[in-house]
């Protein structure tokens, strides 16, 4: 990958940058004064917030921690952060990044890496396969996985029960789903805005059918667009087959995470695919009577479903990763802080928490945990089995590639749709079209 080729693809960031001001690491600090460092977290419920106050506590006066939030959808939380860190925002100490973003950022040399080996041991012990797939680049450890996320399945098992089906057998696939609500009358609850949900789920029923829509991306501006492929026509035939029949939602191409919940929780509601947060949320609408119990009583879980029934399907993969800004005033600090916020009882506290899955496998052994999430052994199965978005410096070039060849769900056709993807992206890709 060329160096112009990079600095074309990133000078938006850094013009944005010149508007920022000077003082972008606030009041300087006195000398000898306890180090305070900045953690730009994305929004949760308060629970980085308490891990920031625990492990500032924790460091015996080493340092403390101060959370500044982000914006809520990601790819605000992305164009944030490029702002500071083009312009060598010192007072990045650590920021949490989505997973997609870890390449592009360790790319252009805003994080800050792991070289020791018994620091990568501490940081990546137990965690599970999918989350540290994102941690890396060029062979060298540039964020550590905090909390990792997948999709379930969840059904309404009244309905299952209705149709003599079993969404936790194998063969159930995405087309049975699909017939199964269409015959009992009931909607699937997906994300099908034109956002970075929408891009979750094209890309898992890609990888769930032995594709990936982008290959050789080591090779940068020069790798491969693929989704003119059996697997990319299977996963258009699923997106055109749900829009275009009766049990997609009346909100398809603009439903995200929380439209999809409130179908699903509906007297319509079937199937959804969706994360766990959403089991919990079910339960706090319960105690504050906007649900019923009966509602929490019928819902079951299962692994997200197969594009086909003879290959298990790669769960989509979320979550956040740990970085540290290339930057940083205080490197020994940022690490120590890093390991705390990180550990496994960081991992177990955080998940029974906030409702978001822990990144390391013995977290979901905890009492607590399995107090709070029944299902929290499938959730770390399909963490560990879970695809990857592609891997790539140019990943938001591609989401944006991919979202508007598929928006709407309703145009969506198989082979039509992958190919013109494929030439839309290698145009993005080589610099003959701007997004």
């Not at 939380?77 to 989505?98: C, N």
């Not at 800004?325 to 177990?348: D, E, H, M, R, W």
């Not at 790539?392 to 060849?405: A, I």
Request: net charge negative.
């Amino acid at each position: 990958m060329s160096a112009s080729r990079w600095q074309a693809h990133t000078r938006w960031a850094m013009l944005l940058a010149l508007v920022v001001p000077l003082a972008l690491s606030g009041c300087t600090q006195d000398a000898g004064a306890t180090p305070k460092l900045t953690w730009y977290i994305n929004p949760d419920n308060g629970g980085q917030k308490k891990l920031a106050e625990r492990c500032g506590q924790e460091s015996g006066g080493a340092f403390t921690i101060e959370t500044q939030i982000l914006p809520n959808e990601a790819d605000q939380q992305r164009e944030q952060l490029v702002r500071r860190l083009a312009a060598s925002d010192p007072s990045i100490d650590l920021m949490s990044l989505d997973p997609p973003f870890v390449a592009e950022f360790a790319n252009a040399g805003y994080l800050l890496p792991v070289t020791d080996p018994a620091d990568v041991k501490t940081l990546t012990d137990g965690v599970l396969k999918g989350p540290m797939d994102t941690a890396r680049w060029e062979g060298k450890l540039v964020a550590t996985p905090f909390w990792a996320n997948t999709q379930l399945l969840w059904y309404r098992k009244s309905v299952a029960t209705a149709a003599g089906v079993d969404p936790t057998a194998p063969e159930f696939t995405w087309d049975r789903m699909i017939d199964t609500a269409v015959g009992q009358g009931k909607r699937i609850g997906v994300q099908g805005r034109r956002y970075e949900g929408f891009m979750v789920w094209i890309n898992a029923l890609t990888v769930s059918g032995g594709g990936q829509i982008i290959t050789n991306t080591e090779a940068g501006d020069a790798a491969t667009p693929s989704m003119a492929s059996p697997a990319g026509d299977l996963a258009a035939d699923t997106v055109g087959k749900l829009s275009r029949s009766p049990a997609a939602p009346a909100d398809l191409s603009t439903a995200g995470e929380e439209e999809s919940r409130t179908v699903f929780q509906s007297d319509n509601g079937g199937f959804m695919v969706n994360w766990p947060y959403v089991y919990q949320a079910a339960k706090e609408a319960v105690a504050e009577g906007g649900l019923s119990q009966a509602v929490v009583d019928d819902i079951g879980w299962a692994r997200y479903p197969r594009v086909d029934a003879g290959r298990p399907s790669a769960p989509p993969l979320g979550g956040i990763n740990l970085a540290m800004g290339a930057f940083t005033k205080y490197p020994t600090q940022a690490l120590a802080a890093v390991k705390c916020i990180t550990s496994l009882k960081s991992n177990a506290e955080y998940m029974v928490e906030s409702g978001n899955p822990a990144a390391r496998a013995a977290a979901y052994d905890a009492p607590e945990v399995r107090a709070a999430f029944p299902m929290a052994p499938l959730i770390r199965e399909s963490i560990n089995d879970a695809g990857a978005r592609p891997i790539t410096p140019y990943y938001g070039d591609v989401s944006v590639s991919v979202q508007r060849n598929w928006h709407p769900p309703t145009n969506v056709k198989a082979p039509e749709t992958p190919q013109a993807t494929d030439t839309y992206m290698s145009e993005v890709l080589s610099g003959e079209r701007l997004l």
